[in-house]
């Protein structure tokens, strides 16, 4: 498979080596890279091999799904133009958002230069490399997210048509990695160091969050007979939409059509990606390697500094809640401490939060706002079981980082059972990074609706506490920040997200209709939740995570 | 002197997958002694620390700590026991006072006891400054100097370290030893896996060499000294793990140069 992969860059040798590179070292640093991926394992599990193909796979399957939703909505579109113009909107965004979140520790990530800089291999090639690298794994999302459409292309425009589709979309690959590679450029000249990893951290975390709100007020706004007639107009500036000239490019090979417009748009199809894939190896990516550079020089310097050591009011106030036990307390002070400082824990666990208001934003703000028929209804049980968002995304986020070797620390201790450490740790996080964001919401719920929703309000409450206790104690007991994140993990978000919103609503349902059977009868859940709570806590977690299940994914060296 | 048995150590056997690292150990650890475990790379030496510390939990044999069955009385074991890892690796994010608050908590120490000591003990290395400053700053022997103070929070009974010395500069190399010789003669026992000859040979009350699995020599130094004639432990750690031709190798290593 490897040889495979690199057996298609030998056509490009020329083109590698204009750009800098030296062709032998740019190939044995790429195989490098991808052995390492394809066995980067998770845990010392006898089939952690299995484990990483099959979230490619399944990461694979997820694209393709999503392709063919997004290829349904092409489907009612009639206009060629149109129709290629939003394929490859569709893939451009996608892939800013796979860039963003996923390929961002790769791009800047420094670890192997301790290999690969004493070596005689210059900067150029490491950078080309390590673009290649992503090159591979976004060309891999755009066949799985388009391969559906081409074959609707297919039908509609003939095989012809959907040929020439098929090298844009080659092209609008490496066009985005040249715009990725711009961005990343212009973010690194505002900072340095420690700075700058912060800087980045909060940039996709604004920008996952921004295309999460595009995605579901685009999706809201969309007006179906509409899109079916549409045909955009040609405008000056649309010469400057790089989806507009890959479409213009296959409509005019596919129709033969060649006047001033569609051949201004094939010399821009033909042009542009190859010179800023040119600029990128040329002159961004050696700007790149020496900032990058500095960012490992400045990083320890910059990092020495106190910590404060009195903990804040809100921990004082969050322990005689959440701990009951003398043993949970330590572990959840450490997850209490190190989640304000984990980088990758807090890149991914914020998004989530946001997610969660651009739901309620969404249910609240696009359809006709009466504040009368609000008060009226139930929908503040939205805003609430929206919440469950937090029940997935916090124990998956506590699972990544760079402290692979750090676990040995538990099992040195006197410890009968692990359980307390996981308690400790949920605890402690779902403490910090839950309630703090729950409560004043509940607070204005109860404003709004009146102090009779309270009870409602705890509910949710404990079915979002329980949820959580849930995921975090049926996933892989791995100690925190321990796992790394590799370019081809993300995977099963999707099938998760389902399974959630589906879990969201089912309970969310349940609420209501008890809330319409009888006065009170709602109150029946509290019980309900607060027995289950105390079952899984004082009795499930200690059957379910014992020495052996967490011996079996953690490694003591 | 009246030491007593403290670790007994029948037939134990470890194999990972089909690879039998170690081939029927059996030894017996008098306390207040500290014990050179050498033995070339690969020998078995931190596979040995790890189980007796009950980080590996699948093994042959019996073994007995304090007179307790390490396999159904790990906790109690571990409660007298202070570990140092061979590599240096902590909770970046963490300040060594935070960790060892941690280690304190956990081990059920009270948390004012917890930090006047890792005070006292950080101090001792002179590193009160960095108490509070994140792992991820600090060089390699820090690190190991915070390890072995997290080790002797608890004031445990028996020590295993597996090559505390790596990364520490030649002033803590000496603080270490001297600690290690006062920990022994407070009737602590000290089992310190190690590369370092020299200091294994002047610390050390016993030695146990091992290779391939197996205990190959076992006794003081002058005991061993007094059998074989070797002028120091590195020539006598060389002849019994059989590799004498070192020049030969030397000049090998040289042609593969040239070539």
Known sequence: M???????????????????????????????????????????????????ENALIKQSFGQIVFGIFFATFLYIVKSSFTFYYFAHIFLMTMMAMMIISEFTTILFDTSENVIIQPLPIRGNTISLARNAHVFIYLSLMAFNLSVISVIVAIFKFGIVSALIFSVTIFLNVLFTLFLANILYLGIMRLASGEKLKNLLMYFQIVIAILFMLAYQVGINMVDKTHIQDMVLPVYWYTYFVPPAFFSGFVEAFSFNLFDIQHLLFIAETMIIPLVSIYLTGKYLTPVFNRKLMDLEQGDRASKVKVESTSP?????MMIPVFIHRKEEKAPFNLIWIMTGRER??????????????????????????????????NRYLVILYAFIFVSASLPVSLLNGNNQHAAWVFKTMPLLSPACYFKGFIKGAFARYFVPFFLPLSVIICFVWGIKVLPDVIIAFLAIYLFTLLFYYYQHPNFPFGLEKSANQSGTAFVKIMGLILTAVILGYLHYLLLHWFNFANLMLIPVYLLAIYYVNRVFIYKKITWEEVDEVNTYS | MNHQSIVEIRNLEKKYGQKQVLHAINLDIQSGQIIGYIGPNGAGKSTTVKILCGLIND?????????????????????????????????????????????????????????????????????????????????KGMRQKVLICSALLHNPDLIFMDEPLSGLDANSVIMVKEMLIHLAREGKTVFYSSHLMDVVEKISDRIILIDQGKVIADGSFEELNRLSNDENLEKMFTRLTGNTNHSEKAEAFINAFEK
């Open chain 1, 312 to 316: 804040g009011l809100w921990y004082r």
């Open chain 2, 59 to 139: 093994f042959e044999g019996d073994v007995t700590i304090f007179g307790k069955d390490l396999r159904t009385q790990t906790i109690d074991i571990k409660k007298q026991v202070g570990y140092i890892p061979e590599n240096a690796v902590l909770y970046e994010s963490l300040t060594p006072m935070e960790f060892m608050e941690f280690i304190g908590e956990m081990r059920g120490l009270e948390n004012e006891l917890t930090r006047t000591k890792a005070e006292a003990l950080m101090n001792i290395f002179e590193m009160k400054p960095n108490l509070h400053q994140r792992i991820a700053t600090f060089s």
């Open chain 1, 2 to 52: 490897i040889r495979f992969l690199l057996s298609l860059f030998t056509p490009f040798r020329w083109f590698i080596e204009k750009m800098g590179a030296d062709y032998n070292q740019f190939i044995r640093i790429l195989e490098l890279q991808l052995t390492m991926d394809n066995r980067r394992m998770k845990g010392i599990g006898n089939n952690s091999k299995k484990e990483t």
């Open chain 1, 344 to 377: 990758l824990f807090i890149q991914s666990f914020l998004p989530s939060l946001a997610y969660i208001l651009i739901i309620i934003f969404v249910q609240f703000f696009t359809k006709s706002f009466n504040y009368d028929e609000l008060v009226q209804s």
